[in-house]
C-alpha cells in the first residue's frame, strides 16, 4: 500500500513527497540490514573468540608440559634462565618459580633447597582468526608441584604420611637425599614435643598443630587449625594457619619466617618476618616483629615496633612501646585511655612516636588480607594383597608362611626350641631373588628379628609386634624391606580400613639403652604401611617411609631421640610413590595445585 502510494505521487508530480517516501523505505531497509549483519558478524565473533580460548588454553596447558620435562632433564632450565617459550602459532610462554617453604615463591629455576616448583604458563591463540578478535583470550595457568633437588621422587610422598592424628615425641626426621623430609596428616591434629628437628615441612589437612619443648620445625607448619607454640619451639619457615588463629605463647618460641592466619595471631616470642591475619593480631611485652604487620581487624602493640602497621580496625598501643614505624588504620588510633587526636599528641608527649606524620587513622582503602588456602594433603592410598602387582616387578618368589609352627622370629633357641621353624628363618637369611613372604596367616609377627639381606623382601601380615629389628645389607648394595599390613576388601573408599581391633599395628618396643638395639641399617630402604598405628620407641634407627593410618590414636615414637631418615619407596599397585619401588629420576613430583589465573605473576 505504501509503495502504491509512492508510484501515485509520482503521477501526479508530488516529486518531492514521493523522494521523501522512497528514502523512508531506504531507512527502514537499512535497519533490518544493519540488524541481521549484527547478528551475523555477532556468531562470527562468539565462535572465533570461543575457538581463542580453546587455543590459548591448550598452548597454556603445552608449556607446563614442556617446562615440567625441562626440569626433568639436568641443565636445562638454567640454559633457558628459566623461560621456555613456543615459537608457534598458538604459543605459550612459560615461567619457573621456586620455593623452598611452599609459601613464597620467587622467579627463577629450582636450586638446592626447594621444595615446590611452581609453573605460569601464558597461552596464546592462532593469529590472524575470522574477524581478528583476539583480546582477552589470553590464558594464564599455573601449575604447583613438589620438588626433589636430588631426583628420586616419587609424588609428594612424606617421610611419614599419617591420615589421623599424629604425635612426634623425641625424634629427629631428615632426608637421605638431602631434600625435605616432610610429615603429612590427612585428618585430626598434630602435637610435637621435644628434643624433636623435623627437616622438612609439617601439613596438616584438617587440625591443629601443637609444638612445645624444644619441638623444631626446619620448614614451614601449614594446618587449617590452630597453630600453636610454646617452650623453645621453633618453626624456621612459616606459619600458616587457613582457617584459625596462631599462638605463640612463649618468650624462647619463634618463627624465622613470617605468620599467616585466617584468624587471628597472638605471639609472645619472635618472628622474623611478616604477620598477616584476616583477625586481630596482638603482640605482647617482650615478644619482637622483624617485619610489617597487616590485620583485617584490630591490632594491639604491647612491644618496640620498627615495621608498619596496616589495619581494618582500631589499633592499640602500649605504654613504654616505642614506634619508629608507621601506622595506618581505617579505625581509631588508641593510646592509655585517648583516642585519635588526643592519643597521637600523647605518644609524642611520652616519646612513643617522634612525628605524628607516623599514624594515619580513618584511613580510606585498607582491606584485610587474603585468606590462605587450605594445605593439600594426598588422600589416603589403599593396599591389599595382590601378588600379580608384585610379580609385574620382579618378585617371582613367594613364601607362605607356616603359621602353625609359630610366628615368633628369632634364632632356634630363643624363639623355637624345637627347631621346627628355624630352617624357615634361615631360609629368609639366603634368599637371593625378589621374595613375597605372606604371612596373613599369623595372628602377629613377633620376635626378635635379625636379617642381613642379598635381595628385596615383601612381607605381609595381620600385626607386627617387634622387640628388636636389625636389617643391614650384607653385600653393601641397596635393598628393599616392605612390612605391610594390608587392608581387607570391601574397602572404604579413600580412608583407611583398620577393623582389627587392637591389632593391624606396627610396633617396635626397642629395649631402653645407649646404643640403638633396633636399626635398618646402611644401604637398606625399609617401608612400613598400616591402615592402624606404627608406634616405635628408644634410640631406634629407621631408613625408608613411614605410611600409617593411625585410626588407633596415633603415630608415636620414643625416648630417648630415634631417628628416621626418609628414603622415597613406592608399593606395586598403589598411588604410594606411584606404585614404583624403583624411585623415579625426576624431580618433579605430585601436582600440589593447578589453575587458571589472570596474570604471568611477573
Known amino acids: ?169 623425641k625424634y629427629v626426621i631428615q632426608s637421605v637425599s638431602g631434600g625435605n623430609a616432610d610429615l603429612m596428616v590427612k585428618t585430626g591434629d598434630f602435637s610435637c614435643s621435644g628434643p624433636t628437628t623435623i627437616n622438612g615441612n609439617v601439613l596438616v589437612a584438617a587440625g591443629n598443630a601443637s609444638l612445645t619443648n624444644t619441638c623444631v620445625v626446619t620448614g614451614t607448619v601449614w594446618a587449617t587449625g590452630t597453630i600453636s607454640m610454646s617452650s623453645q619451639s621453633g618453626i624456621k619457615g612459616n606459619a600458616i594457619s587457613s582457617g584459625s588463629s596462631v599462638t605463640i605463647s612463649n618468650s624462647t618460641s619463634y618463627v624465622s619466617g613470617s605468620v599467616y592466619a585466617n584468624g587471628s595471631v597472638s605471639t609472645n616470642g619472635s618472628i622474623g618476618g611478616n604477620i598477616e591475619a584476616v583477625g586481630s593480631v596482638t603482640t605482647a611485652s617482650g615478644s619482637s616483629v622483624s617485619g610489617n604487620i597487616w590485620s583485617g581487624s584490630t591490632v594491639t602493640l604491647g612491644e618496640n615496633y620498627a615495621g608498619a602497621v596496616n589495619a581494618v580496625g582500631q589499633v592499640t598501643v602500649g605504654t613504654g612501646t616505642k614506634m619508629t614505624g608507621t601506622i595506618v588504620t581505617a579505625g581509631s588510633i588508641k593510646y592509655t585511655n585517648k583516642t585519635n587526636v588526643p592519643a597521637i599528641n600523647a605518644m609524642l608527649s611520652a616519646g612513643v612516636i617522634t612525628s605524628a606524620s607516623q599514624i594515619a587513622y580513618n584511613a580510606s582503602g585498607i582491606t584485610a588480607p587474603t585468606p590462605q588456602p587450605a594445605p593439600v594433603v594426598p588422600g589416603w592410598a589403599d593396599v591389599v594383597y595382590n601378588l600379580a602387582d608384585w610379580q609385574a616387578q620382579g618378585f617371582n618368589n613367594l613364601i607362605t608362611w607356616p603359621s602353625a609352627l609359630g610366628c615368633s622370629l628369632g634364632n632356634s633357641s630363643s624363639t623355637d626350641p624345637s627347631g621346627a621353624l628355624y630352617p624357615y628363618y634361615q631360609m629368609l637369611q639366603n634368599l637371593t631373588v625378589k621374595t613375597v613372604v605372606d604371612m596373613r596367616g599369623c595372628n602377629s609377627v613377633s620376635g626378635s628379628m635379625t636379617l642381613s639381606l642379598k635381595t628385596d623382601i615383601a612381607f605381609f601380615a595381620q600385626d607386627y609386634s617387634w622387640n628388636t629389628l636389625g636389617i643391614t645389607s650384607a653385600d653393601g648394595t641397596l635393598h628393599k624391606l616392605w612390612f605391610i599390613v594390608p587392608e581387607i576388601p570391601p574397602l572404604q573408599s579413600g580412608t583407611p580400613d583398620c577393623p582389627r581391633g587392637n591389632t593391624g599395628n606396627f610396633t617396635v618396643n626397642n629395649p631402653s639403652n645407649a646404643t640403638p638395639t633396633s636399626l635398618i641399617g646402611q644401604n637398606v630402604t625399609a617401608t612400613v604401611y598400616t591402615p592402624c598405628t606404627i608406634s616405635m620407641s628408644n634410640s631406634l634407627i629407621w631408613r625408608g617411609l613411614l605410611y600409617s593410618g593411625a585410626t588407633g590414636g596415633g603415630t608415636t615414637f620414643g625416648n630417648p631421640p630415634s631417628q628416621l631418615y626418609f628414603t622415597p619407596i613406592g608399593i606395586p599397585g598403589t598411588q604410594v610413590g606411584n606404585g614404583n619401588i624403583n624411585p623415579s629420576n625426576n624431580n618433579v613430583g605430585a601436582l600440589v595445585l593447578k589453575r587458571n589465573r589472570t596474570n604471568n605473576g611477573e
Open 1 to 169: 500500500m505504501f509503495l502504491n502510494r509512492v508510484r501515485n505521487a509520482l503521477k501526479r508530480g508530488e516529486s518531492g513527497l514521493a523522494f521523501i517516501a522512497v528514502v523512508a523505505v531506504m531507512a527502514i531497509g537499512l535497519v533490518v540490514l544493519a540488524i541481521v549483519t549484527g547478528v551475523l558478524t555477532s556468531s562470527f565473533v562468539f565462535s572465533s573468540v570461543d575457538r581463542a580460548d580453546t587455543q590459548a588454553q591448550a598452548a597454556a596447558d603445552s608449556g607446563v608440559s614442556v617446562a615440567i620435562a625441562g626440569l626433568n632433564t639436568p641443565n636445562n632450565c638454567d640454559g633457558v634462565s628459566g623461560v621456555y617459550v613456543g615459537s608457534g602459532n598458538p604459543r605459550y610462554r612459560a615461567t619457573i618459580w621456586r620455593s623452598a617453604d611452599g609459601v613464597t615463591f620467587i622467579q627463577g629455576c629450582p636450586n638446592s633447597v626447594t621444595s615446590q616448583v611452581r609453573i605460569i604458563s601464558t597461552g596464546y591463540p592462532a593469529q590472524g582468526t575470522l574477524t581478528g578478535v583476539t583480546a582477552g583470550t589470553t590464558k594464564y595457568l599455573e601449575a604447583t608441584y613438589f620438588y626433589s633437588p636430588n631426583g628420586g621422587n616419587t609424588a609428594g610422598v612424606a617421610a611419614s604420611y599419617i591420615y589421623n592424628i599424629g604425635t612426634l615425641d
